[in-house]
């Protein structure tokens, strides 16, 4: 079975600030994907960063990195130069190979909120 | 804009009725479509994957009969809750993996209220 692990229910930063949220995981796939998503308070998803198991490379968007430490299991958010409109429900998920599609098991979040 | 698109945003709806809750790829196939449920500040939790053309695969926990799931073509997957309960509540969402690597497409959600 798989888990994803966020033990930070809420986070506080302030304003261009930078922010690590943290996610470990629990696999025994070799192959296997990890996902950031932020929710805001209307519910979509958005998807902020993706990690392949195999990716040598830390991940990187724009103002999102990913700190993906294997051996360790974690795969933590790296949120750079905060803005007041991240403050959000953070998501990570790991994705479930199953029969070749995509089903995704999902942390219990963090709520991020910017200060000014 | 959206590629995977979900519909209503927001219903509510008399306790004992049923509501059907739409999720449609727009611009690309979606053979399998996941459904999720999520509580107030909550995780999102699977309820169900959605087969085109074969019968809906039910995680452990999740009553098929009270979550009807119907994948009818290859860019619709709708959810039925019948027989809805206040306890039904609940934010309702559904995803489709794209075409391409790792893709995942999320619809916009809907939310369901049972009065």
């Known amino acids: 079975a798989q888990k994803i692990t966020q033990t930070q229910p809420g986070m506080f930063v302030q304003e261009k600030e930078a922010v690590t949220l943290d996610c470990t995981y629990d696999?025994?796939?070799?192959?296997?994907?990890l996902f950031w998503y932020k929710q805001p308070s209307s519910g979509e998803m958005i998807f902020l960063i993706y990690?392949?198991?195999?990716?040598?490379q830390n991940a990187t968007e724009g103002r999102y990195s990913l700190n993906f430490q294997k051996a360790r299991k974690s795969a933590n958010l790296v949120i750079s130069a905060s803005q007041l409109g991240d403050s959000a429900m953070y998501f990570c998920?790991?994705?479930?190979?199953?029969?070749?599609?995509?089903?995704?098991?999902f942390g219990t979040g963090t709520r991020l909120l910017v200060s000014p | 804009g959206a590629v995977v698109s979900q519909h209503p945003s927001r219903v509510i709806c008399k306790s004992g009725t049923s509501v059907k809750i739409e999720c449609r790829s727009l611009?690309?196939?979606?053979?399998?479509m996941f459904w999720y449920r999520q509580f107030p500040k909550q995780s999102l939790m699977l309820m169900a994957t959605?087969?085109?053309?074969?019968?809906?695969?039910?995680e452990q926990g999740v009553e098929k009969d009270k979550f009807l799931i119907n994948h009818a073509s290859l860019t619709l997957s709708t959810l039925t809750v019948t027989s809805a309960h206040p306890e039904d509540s609940s934010f309702y969402i559904c995803?489709?993996?794209?075409?391409?690597?790792?893709?995942?497409?999320f619809g916009e959600g809907s939310w369901l209220t049972v009065v």
């Open positions: 696999t025994s796939d070799q192959s296997y994907g």
């Open positions: 995803s489709a993996p794209g075409g391409a690597g790792n893709t995942i497409y």
């Open positions: 998920a790991m994705r479930e190979a199953w029969g070749g599609f995509q089903k995704l098991v």
């Open positions: 990690q392949g198991s195999y990716d040598e």
């Open positions: 611009d690309f196939q979606a053979t399998t």
């Open positions: 959605s087969n085109e053309g074969s019968k809906a695969t039910y």
